[in-house]
T-cell receptor
Framework: NAGVTQTPKFRVLKTGQSMTLLCAQD?????MYWYRQDPGMGLRLIHY???????AKGEVPDGYNVSRLKKQNFLLGLESAAPSQTSVYFC????????????????FGAGSRLTVL | AQSVTQLGSHVSVSEGALVLLRCNYS??????LFWYVQYPNQGLQLLLK??????LVKGINGFEAEFKKSETSFHLTKPSAHMSDAAEYFC???????????????FGTGTKLQVIP
């Protein structure tokens, strides 16, 4: 039972380069999320998806794009990396809260550490 | 609008001493509240959650938290700290609304717990 798997775990980019982070979940969760974690700032939501083929902007979407072509995968892309995007990126997933019980607890991946020089 | 404030970005306790990590929330509607823990180089995992069923919530690893509406607080406690409790702890809030579906989760900035032998 893998849960949420992120690849790659580490990446170093030069300014202006592009890359894609891949998130895969095997729990059949409807919702998926991308967060970035920076010291002293907690977790900030970049983009999220409530289902296959749908995405929406979070708090800090600028400079990122996402796609969810399959229910189990959520891709985060950086078209032209900037040093300000140096961060640890976390993918998470959750069920849809049909029962109103607050049960949509987030399950997180182990993180992807990105450095932009 | 919703937010959480975690008092103290770093907390140090001696092994065997009481652990108290503070979280105050602000929400325009009744909230769900969560505590997540992040061990070094790992993703976040759920410690416990408040969903209005009971004000005292017990979680994993001996942690518990009490919801106090009058104080808008959800502090995390553990009677006796263990070396393995050293980690970063995040408080989070989301709205408790009648309709299901996606509701934004807002994280605090985190508190790093150091346990001194």
């Amino acid at each position: 039972n893998a849960g949420v798997t992120q690849t790659p775990k580490f990446r170093v980019l030069k300014t202006g380069q592009s890359m894609t982070l891949l998130c895969a979940q095997d729990m059949n969760h409807e919702y998926m999320y991308w967060y970035r974690q920076d010291p002293g700032m907690g977790l900030r939501l970049i983009h999220y998806s409530v289902g296959e083929g749908t995405t929406a902007k979070g708090e800090v979407p600028d400079g990122y794009n996402v796609s969810r072509l399959k229910k189990q995968n959520f891709l985060l892309g950086l078209e032209s990396a900037a040093p300000s995007q140096t961060s640890v990126y976390f993918c998470a997933s959750s069920v849809r809260d049909r029962t109103h019980s607050g049960a949509n607890v987030l399950t997180f991946g182990a993180g992807s550490r990105l450095t932009v020089l | 609008a919703q937010s959480v404030t975690q008092l103290g970005s770093h907390v140090s306790v001696s092994e065997g001493a009481l652990v108290l990590l503070r979280c105050n929330y602000s929400s325009s509607v009744p909230p769900y509240l969560f505590w997540y823990v992040q061990y070094p180089n790992q993703g976040l995992q759920l410690l416990l959650k408040y969903t209005s069923a009971a004000t005292l919530v017990k979680g994993i690893n001996g942690f518990e938290a009490e919801f106090k509406k009058s104080e808008t607080s959800f502090h995390l406690t553990k009677p006796s700290a263990h070396m393995s409790d050293a980690a970063e702890y995040f408080c989070a809030v989301r709205p408790l609304l009648a309709l299901g579906g996606y509701q934004k989760v807002t994280f605090g900035t985190g508190t790093k717990l150091q346990v001194i032998p």
